[in-house]
């Protein structure tokens, strides 16, 4: 059964989702509901009409044992490219959504939405620039321990694998325990993404969420590429909550 939201901020139990992860439709993207939906193990996508999911399993990676490939620790180490945090949040945005030809989710609904949490202090970027051209990046949303991957890009080779890598090194840095990646592709495996189950990733979330918020631009904590290429430690200070 698929439910239908109204203006009431609420959603179903996520356990009642379709076998596609579809829960529910309608509502809209206020900050509010989005707050609720990710807190909830939900997240948003379409807009014709707005269709919310909760699928099962979960992906996510695993920032304990994330092990980069030695390919892309080369590549960091070349410091081809700047990486810059919340610079270009719009800018991110928009690229993610004419990059993706077909099936975007991206609607200018979608837009203005992530802005709005954006200028809250609850969506972020990271941004890859060659040659002062934004060439690469993902944005999300961030609450309590965890990180909501939405969508990357890259119009040069590696630019977006650089921006992960970036978050995951900053996320280990600030002691996150959950990177979400929503559901499986191929690019996302390639980058260490595994599945969980669903009640396995709400209980990780659960956990997550008791954390403190990082609220506000992460830009102040941009740190070009002095990343450890170790285990991660402390280098970077949190951002004012």
């Known amino acids: 059964m698929i439910f239908r939201l109204d203006r009431e901020v609420l959603f179903p139990p996520v356990e009642l989702a379709e076998p596609d992860g579809l829960l529910a439709v309608g509502g809209d993207l206020s900050p509010q509901r989005l ?15 707005l269709m919310w999911y909760s699928p099962d399993p979960r992906m996510v990676l695993d920032l304990d044992s994330y092990t980069p490939a030695k390919t892309l620790i080369r590549l960091v180490k070349k410091k081809r490219f700047e990486v810059r945090y919340d610079s270009s949040f719009a800018e991110v945005m928009t690229a993610c959504r004419k990059t993706r030809v077909e099936g975007t ?3 200018p609904a979608f837009l203005r939405a992530y802005q709005r949490l954006h200028e809250l202090g609850l969506a972020h970027s990271i941004e890859t620039w060659l040659d002062g051209e ?3 990046g993902l944005y999300g949303v ?4 965890a990180f909501f991957g939405e969508s990357m890009f890259h119009t040069v080779s590696d630019a977006s694998k650089i921006a992960f890598y970036t ?27 595994v599945n969980l189950p669903r009640h396995t990733y709400l209980e990780a979330l659960s956990s997550a969420l008791q954390e403190e918020t990082k609220k506000g631009s992460w830009a102040a904590h941009s740190p070009g590429f002095d990343l450890p290429l170790g285990p991660p430690g402390n280098q970077v200070a949190p951002p004012t909550s």
Do not use: K, M
């Open 167 to 193: 978050l995951v090194r900053q996320l280990q840095s600030w002691n996150f325990t959950l990177l979400d990646c929503q559901v499986e592709n191929p690019h996302l495996v390639s980058l260490g993404g």
């Open 142 to 145: 961030s609450l309590g321990g």
């Open 105 to 107: 989710w991206i609607s």
């Open 134 to 136: 934004l060439v690469g």
């Open 35 to 49: 707050i609720l939906a990710y807190s909830s193990g939900i997240f948003p996508w379409h807009d014709r009409p």
